[in-house]
Every structure is written in structure tokens, then in C-alpha cells.
């Protein structure tokens, strides 16, 4: 399991061979680039159904992470290992990776943690991996700005009952700028947003989206969100893609 200085996501599939081995790799390299103190395992719930899973990683699996840059580590060569009592105990986190494959076994096998678990939808097949990076990603972004687990949508009031105080509130736009500082930071600069209208828990919230969706670290203070490196043309794609108004200063 991760080092005791960090939070634990655990990752949840069938034979811990591809899916929740994949998402395990792929979110500790996120992690890793975003400064973020948590940490990914992962482990099977079913390994006896998964008679070809045996050895190391998918090979599909770990091809797919080198496309994307990320290098098979150990964790890629071990075989898969079965979920326990303790791994449950030791996570911060718990993500099972298709809901309708995996929320029987858990009820099945460890009853007293399904409502621990946030569930997935991705299905084992060829399109997995892109499922999963998104999925990663969005909840990279849920982390940094202090954990938001997903509604179950069963949770959800149905849309023609919802009220004014339980429909969610637009997104307010905003007018922001986006600048480049390197002064005092030995060449390693970064990309300044600022002059923007809020607080510091919405400031946190979009430094949060912006340092997911740039792929990079960053920090919000002073009032304004600090994004590691030159990421000014993202910052202001993304920016303007929700609808922003920005200026360069």
C-alpha cells in the first residue's frame, strides 16, 4: 500500500489484471505531476473468474499507459493481488471501476464497505483506457479542491421535481487575466490568472480544473491561481471554453 504520509485511493475491478491496475498506475503519475498528496493501490475482487489473468499487467494496459508517456513500474509486473479487510481500512478513497459488475461482489463479499465506494462505468474492453483517464483526471480535480464524492444517481431528485433551491446554480462568467511571471523564480515561471471576482474557496475550485486540465502543479494565493510553466494558450483556451472573457496581462 501507498506511504503513510499520503492518502489512499483504492481502485476495485474484477481480477486486478488491466482496469483497477491501469487507473492505479495512471492516477499515481497524475498525482505525482499535480503535487497531490494522495497515493493509488489497487486490488481484485474476483480473481477466480479471471482464469487467464495471471502475471503481469495487461499487456494492452501497459501499452496504452507508454502511449501515454507513463513507463510500467513494478506495480505493472506483479500479479494481481485480492482485496482484504485491510486494504479497505487503509483507504481514504474507494473507486470500483463498473458499478453493475462490482457493487455484487462487494455486497456479496465485503457488505459493510458498499457505501464506502464510488462507482464507475467502464466496461472491460478495447475503449477502457480513455474511459479511465478521464475518469482519473475528474477526480484528480475533485481532490485538489478538498474531495467531492460523486451522488449515486439514484440520490438525485428527478428533474421536473427539482426547486429553485435544489436545482444547481449556473456558473457564473467571469472576467479574468492571464499573465506570465519568472522574476525571482531562478527560470522556472509560471502562469498567473488573476483580477478574478472571487472568494478563495471559488478561487481554489477553478486553480483546481485549470491545474487538472493542464496537466501540471499550481498554487492559489494572493488572490490570484498560479499554474506551474508556460500554460498561458491552455489556460486561456480552457478559460474561454467555459464561457470566460479574457485578457493577456
Known sequence: MPKANSKTVLFLCTGNHSRSRFAEILFNSVAARMSLAWRAASRGLALERGV???GPMNAAAVKALESMSIRATDEAKRGPLAVETGDFEAAHWIVGLKENEH?????????DWVEQVEFWQVDDSPEAWGEIEREVMD???RLIVGGRR????EEQPPAEKQTAETAPSPRKKLTARVGRETKGRRGKGVTTVFDLPLDEDELRELGGILKQRCGTGGTVKNGRI???GDQRARSVSELERMGDTV???
Open 52 to 54: 487467464n489473468n495471471v
Open 103 to 111: 457493487r455484487a461482489l462487494l455486497q456479496e463479499r465485503f457488505p
Open 139 to 141: 477526480l484528480a480535480a
Open 150 to 153: 460523486r451522488t449515486a444517481p
Open 226 to 228: 498560479e499554474i506551474q
Open 247 to 249: 485578457k493577456r496581462g
